[in-house]
T-cell receptor, first 114, second 114 residues
């Protein structure tokens, strides 16, 4: 089973609508990263969360990490076609040996209809 | 300031041949990480290197795979005697430090073994 579960697997929204993507683990996470990937391209860093209860925003995207550091959500306000892509969450586990031995969700594919 | 550069973008190899994937980190970055992305499986950590040193190779298959990051030049991921199961997208990321800092990803090399 996947160590990081992302939901939903895919999402189609109308331009202007809000949406939320979730990333959940049964283990306490050590550093939670959100990236966006477009097909055939690399990953674009969005945000990193470390502390329980932390929340960060950039433009119309807000990411939160719960107090237990086991769940994160990514919220997009007033979605635009430019938000379309695959959103990936990655996280470190305590005792992983190194901070970059991240585990990853399978991604959420977002389409925004104009 | 160029981002992380990976080449080639696409690589086709016959079974049994060798594949060499190159990654030039961002300027000033001395930490490099390789990940593999298989369809339906998500990203998997392979190896973490710092200039001339392998820090953690626990995610890399013990046979046929090797990685290096010499003092001069790009990091190289080498796959000997490729098999069809090696077909995947291989991503390289770099960061300034090895801690919980932002890592920048390259656009990946898509390896197809025929």
């Amino acid at each position: 089973s996947q160590e990081l579960e992302q939901s939903p697997q895919s999402l189609i929204v109308q331009e202007g609508k809000n949406l939320t993507i979730n990333c959940t683990s049964s283990k306490t996470l050590y550093g939670l990263y959100w990236y966006k990937q477009k097909y055939g391209e690399g990953l674009i860093f969005l945000m990193m969360l470390q502390k329980g209860g932390e929340e960060k925003s950039h433009e119309k995207i807000t990411a939160k990490l719960d107090e237990k550091k086991q769940q994160s959500s990514l919220h997009i306000t007033a979605s635009q076609p430019s938000h379309a892509g695959i959103y990936l969450c990655g996280a470190g586990l305590p005792n992983a040996g190194n901070n970059r031995k991240l585990i990853w969700g399978l991604g959420t594919s977002l389409a925004v209809n104009p | 300031n160029a981002g992380v550069m990976q080449n080639p973008r696409h690589l086709v190899r016959r079974r049994g041949q060798e594949a060499r994937l190159r990654c030039s980190p961002m300027k000033g970055h001395s930490h490099v990480y390789w990940y593999r992305q298989l369809p339906e499986e998500g990203l998997k950590f392979m190896v973490y290197l710092q200039k001339e040193n392998i820090i953690d190779e626990s995610g890399m298959p013990k046979e046929r795979f090797s990685a290096e990051f010499p003092k001069e030049g790009p990091s190289i991921l080498r796959i000997q005697q490729v098999v069809r199961g090696d077909s995947a997208a291989y991503f390289c990321a770099s960061s300034i430090t090895g801690g919980n800092t932002e890592a920048f990803f390259g656009q990946g090399t898509r390896l197809t073994v025929v």
